[in-house]
Each structure stands twice: as C-alpha cells, then as structure tokens.
C-alpha cells in the first residue's frame, strides 16, 4: 500500500480535518494570487485552487482568496517558515507554515514538539533526509488504463509511478509539477492528493507502541494548527492506522 496509506485512510483523514483544511488553502490561494489571479497563467494558482475545489471549498471563499492575493480586498501578509525537528523514536519531522504572526507560529510548534517528546531542531538538520518531490495521487479504479496513465504522466515530465493496492502514485522534480498536473487533469484524472512534498530516502519508527500514539499525537496537533500548511515525516508506520 505504500507509505502513503490506503485512499480509505487518506480520504477519512482529510473528511476529519475539512474545516482547517479550508483555512489552509485559503492562504495559499492568497500567497498563489500575488503573482497573478488569472489561473491560465499562474500555474501554482491553478493547483492551488483545485486543491481546494478537491475539498468542497465554495466558489465564494475561492474568489474573495484570489481578490486578496490580488489586492483587490484587504487582506494578510503571510509568511513562509519551515521548522525541522525530531519526534520520539528519532522520526524526523519537517513543518511547513504560512503565518501572519512568525512569533505565535514559532512557540506554538516549539511547545508541541517539546510536550510531546520531540525536540526542535535546526535548519538543515533532517532535510538530508528527504528528496523534495511532486508527489500526485490517483484513486485506482476500473476505469484507469495503468499504461495509459503513466504515458501521459512520463510525457509530461514524471520520474516514476508506483502503483498500489488501491492507488497510482506518480512522483516528479518539482520544477515539473505543475506541468505534470496540469496534463493529467487535461485527461480527466482527478486527484486524492496533489502536493510537493519532502519524501523520506531513509525511514525510522518508534519500537513502543505507545510512543508511536504520542508521535502520532504530536503530529495531529501541529497539523490542526492553522498556521501550519502540510507536516512531513519519515516514520514507517501509516500513523492513520494508529
């Protein structure tokens, strides 16, 4: 099934977090927005905005997101901040947030960390870690053409594809997602997920189990936080089975 958990999982795990998760893709329709409101030419805007139509995100919240990104509404100046850290059992974590308050963001994910057994480190000192990928999830059914996808994927500039139980997960360089994107949704495919991400090239886990329910915890709680846009980690189990 791969580490990216069962469609099951991943669809159950974003149905509970719908709410945050509208707040999130908000703000990165506004960061996507400031360089340009026109998704035919702005291609992290096109994604963005289909990340949030993927969610049930109203057209309405949509467009007062563009007009703030924009300047056409007032709106928030965010900022970007990436913290890298250990959870317990030696699990590297990468937190990735958009804030208009860098001193909340930065003690709210320092106290998460510090209340659950982990500890915040420097930058650089998990990163190693991980390969920054474009990462595209495609629910497997009976209508999909295995070759057919991948052609069309691999034309458009994708690395590889692993298929899974229950899912087809196409990897690219993040220069090429957008393109990638953009062509498999020219041929109808729709996406349980669509993200770049950081992708573990080594991996670790908690041995106890109740180690792996406070990583879990931990990891949970850094992403309800609304400040904090995705939460990247190496650990081997799927937490969502946890």
């Not at 070759?147 to 993040?174: H, K, Q, R, W």
């Amino acid at each position: 099934m791969g580490r990216h958990g069962t469609i099951a999982g991943r669809k159950a795990a974003q149905d509970s977090k719908r709410s945050a998760m509208f707040t999130k893709y908000a703000r990165q329709i506004i960061v996507a927005a400031k360089a340009g409101g026109d998704p035919e030419y702005n291609a992290t805007l096109r994604v963005a905005i289909a990340k949030a139509k993927g969610i049930g995100m109203p057209n309405d919240n949509i467009k007062k997101a563009i007009k703030k990104g924009t300047g056409e509404l007032e709106g928030e100046t965010y900022s970007e901040l990436s913290f890298e850290g250990y959870g317990v059992g030696g699990v590297a974590v990468i937190v990735e947030a958009l804030t208009d308050n860098t001193n909340r963001t930065t003690a709210s994910v320092r106290s998460t960390f510090d209340k659950h057994g982990g500890n915040l480190g420097t930058a650089g000192c998990v990163t190693y870690m991980f390969n920054r990928k474009g990462v595209l999830i495609v629910e497997k059914t009976d209508e999909i053409d295995e070759d057919e996808l991948m052609m069309i994927a691999l034309d458009a500039g994708a690395e590889d594809m692993e298929v899974n139980e229950d899912s087809f997960v196409i990897y690219t360089e993040p220069s090429a997602f957008n393109e990638v994107h953009g062509a498999l949704t020219e041929a109808g495919y729709e996406f349980v997920e669509a993200e770049v991400e950081y992708v573990p090239s080594m991996e670790a886990a908690p041995k106890d189990e109740n180690d792996l329910k406070k990583l879990k915890k931990m990891i949970d709680i850094l992403e309800e936080n609304d400040d904090v846009q995705k939460v990247h980690h190496n650990c081997s189990v799927d937490l969502e089975e946890i």
